[in-house]
């Protein structure tokens, strides 16, 4: 009989004995005191790429009335987006981009829509109250934006609308396994979310 992990809590099962078993453990990391500023400071030195109030700054000197759009993963995904998207919304502002040029918007992919008390709870109150925000759409072709063939299997691609005609695009999320994707987070916030 062995054990894993499941949820809140382990589950058990019988592994025969002609099974080929291999157990892989993760890494180990040190534990973030206050993720409230651990997000801050990474917001404000990233690795490999300018600050996002530069890159704002870029968006707003092509076009006064720029946009940005900060996709986030719904409930199912265990992303503290209450703590990573308020430095977010203050490096937008910060480069020009007031919130009522930003939307955050859940990445829902085919999953329900969120209610109002989950968007507030994966947000929390500040960001609902602050900016727009909004579910993607996984049924409604009408808020889709056809991004052609995408390399390198020409795969047709669609993404909301609103994602693609924004200047300015930062995703959420957190790298696991997905049974379909390969991995969460990054790109399938938007290429599977959105």
Not at 18 to 36: I, K, M, N, R, Y
Not at 118 to 147: F, T, Y
């Amino acid at each position: 009989m062995r054990r894993v992990p499941y949820g809140e809590g382990e589950i058990e099962f019988v592994v025969g004995l002609w099974f080929d078993v291999d157990t892989v453990s993760s890494g180990t990391a040190e534990p973030v005191d206050d993720l409230a500023a651990a997000a801050r400071d990474a917001v404000a030195h990233p690795h490999g790429s300018v600050r996002l109030r530069d890159l704002a700054r870029e968006a707003v000197a092509r076009s006064a009335n720029a946009t940005a759009v900060i996709a986030v993963t719904d409930l199912t995904r265990a992303c503290p987006d209450a703590e990573l998207v308020p430095p977010l919304l203050d490096e937008l502002s910060a480069g020009g981009i007031p919130a009522g040029r930003i939307t955050v918007i859940v990445a829902v992919g085919l999953h329900r829509a969120t209610t109002e008390a989950e968007k507030r709870e994966k947000l929390g109150d500040g960001v609902v109250e602050r900016v727009r925000v909004v579910d993607s759409d996984g049924i409604d072709p009408s808020k889709w934006a056809d991004l052609g063939s995408i390399p390198p299997y020409g795969v047709p691609g669609f993404t909301q609308r609103i994602v693609k005609d924004a200047d300015v695009v930062v995703a959420t999320g957190i790298v696991e396994p997905h049974q379909y994707a390969g991995w969460s987070g990054g790109r399938k916030t938007i290429a599977i979310g959105c």
